[in-house]
């Protein structure tokens, strides 16, 4: 069993940016595919990027430039770097866990992002 805690969520301007960190516990970490998603009001929960255990990375095309997923191994932590926000990128985004092989297992309990004018 693995347990995700989200952190760094809040109230930006637009423009700004904000750094979500995702901490994992168990022993293997090291092996997940890690990724963040969102779900704004009203919409589909999406992918905004995942990255492999060893580090390929993969950013969903209306974050690509703007957002940077990274992990530490080490710290059992992933994170998402967000730059120039905008409003459209208002809502609550969740850390997700899978092994290579199989589905979207893990999930956290989500944290707000919201992006003001």
């Known amino acids: 069993q693995v347990q995700l805690v989200e952190s760094g969520g809040g109230l930006v301007q637009a423009g700004g940016s904000l750094r979500l960190s995702c901490a994992a516990s168990?022993?293997?970490?090291?092996?997940?595919?890690m990724g963040w998603f969102r779900q704004a009001p009203g919409k589909q929960r999406e992918l905004v990027a995942d990255i492999t255990g060893s580090g390929t990375t993969n950013c969903a095309d209306s974050v690509k430039g703007r957002f940077t997923i990274s992990r530490d191994n080490a710290k059992n932590t992933v994170y998402l770097q967000m730059n120039s926000l905008k409003p459209e990128d208002t809502a609550v985004y969740y850390c997700?866990?899978?092994?290579?092989?199989?589905?979207?297992?893990?999930w956290g309990q989500g944290t707000q992002v919201t992006v003001s004018e």
């Open positions: 168990g022993s293997i970490f090291r092996f997940l595919v």
């Open positions: 997700s866990a899978r092994s290579p092989s199989s589905q979207w297992t893990y």
